[in-house]
């Protein structure tokens, strides 16, 4: 039997190559190290020595929030929106351009809003994330309503009898940011789309209506792609006449209460001004 002679233990010895001489002959005895682990910091930025090293995949793209999650859609009762009256009227001024036109078209469009709030089956949406970012809102309209007076306008006879039997709700306003009116207009997330199609779905089965001048050539681009499809006369339609009689002012004690006098030069006629188009959506 062979017998292994122990090595004596010095100061220079290496503990990492210890030597044991078995059956005549010498056997290396390696111990492993662990080295730096790679993680994708390292492959990113550099190597485990240091170097650098390269990234093995493709870079993500940059992400926003999720369109669905980024603004909450929500209705507003009439209290609540008399007390964000005014809140509205600032919205509209930084989202639809009031600010470039003054006091006047803020003023406009609170007078118009006023005087909807007071019709019956109003409906106002608003949507907002830490702030108010949106609204659009409505109200069943028939023949012979005062919201189709001044205008010249007639309707296909489908489209007459749906108005005569209460099948028609007017999308009076939809108020949201520029970028929303020339962005992913034709995606189902598009904030305009989600507040139509919410007003819409909660007054099921109506088909949405709503009047735009001719001569604003932007928004009636904004709406077509949205969705929204001019009507078409011919010879088989029929006019569309409004109750004769006034409309009714600010005076009312039936409309929503105003943070502010509408009276003077800014007090004007709630009505859209000039020819409109008609324009149909269906839900």
Request: net charge positive.
């Amino acid at each position: 039997m062979c017998r292994i002679a122990p090595v004596p233990f010095s100061a220079n010895h290496d503990a990492g190559a210890d030597v044991f001489r078995a059956r005549g002959r010498a056997q290396p005895m390696t111990v492993n190290v662990p080295g730096r682990p790679v993680t994708a910091a390292l492959v990113g930025h550099g190597g485990a020595d240091g170097t650098r090293g390269e990234q093995t995949w493709s870079s993500r793209r940059e992400r926003g929030p999720s369109p669905w999650e980024g603004d909450r859609v929500r209705p507003l009762s009439r209290r609540q929106i008399e007390d964000r009256f005014q809140d509205l009227g600032v919205l509209y001024e930084e989202t639809c351009g009031g600010a470039r036109t003054g006091n006047r078209s803020r003023t406009a469009f609170l007078r118009r809003l006023a005087g909807d709030v007071r019709r019956p089956g109003f409906a106002l949406l608003i949507a907002e994330n830490t702030t108010l970012t949106a609204c659009a809102y409505g109200f069943p309209v028939r023949v012979g309503d005062p919201w189709w007076q001044g205008h010249d306008t007639r309707l296909p006879r489908l489209l007459h009898g749906l108005a005569v039997t209460g099948g028609l709700f007017a999308v009076s306003g939809i108020v949201v940011p520029p970028r929303v009116r020339t962005h992913y207009q034709e995606r189902d997330w598009n904030l305009a789309r989600r507040l139509q199609g919410r007003l819409l779905a909660d007054h099921a089965p109506a088909l949405g209506v709503t009047l735009i001048p001719r001569t604003d050539t932007e928004t009636l681009a904004a709406y077509r792609a949205w969705g929204w499809q001019d009507v078409a006369t011919g010879p088989a339609s029929e006019p569309v006449r409004a109750a004769s009689g006034p409309v009714r002012g600010p005076s009312d004690p039936a409309r929503a209460p105003e943070r502010g006098p509408l009276a003077g030069p800014d007090a004007l006629d709630p009505r859209l001004p000039g020819p409109c188009r008609v324009l149909v959506l269906r839900h």
